[in-house]
């Protein structure tokens, strides 16, 4: 990942994407996996390289701004509380 994030860092990093029209306000989330099926999964995907071929779907704008934000629900930490308890009866039960 030296020069940025490809389509299937983000998505394999749980990221999203969200490109805002500066024009009419408007907000979409990105489809990651179809953009990297339309432009391969080692394409670059940081703003630089994707706003200058982005165009807002409402108003025709092309003064887009693009969100990256991680995926914080709360099912990774769940995910990982509940293991912890696996684990923890696991190793008590593989002592005895």
Sequence with gaps: MSDGWTFQE???????????????????KLDLPALRDRFGADAPAMEWDLRPRMKCGVCGGKRI????SPDTSPKELHRKIVLSRIWSVLSRTLKD
């Design 10 to 28: 983000l998505i394999e990093a749980g990221m999203s994407v969200t490109g805002g029209c500066l024009d009419c306000h408007r907000h979409h």
């Design 65 to 68: 701004t693009l969100t990256y």
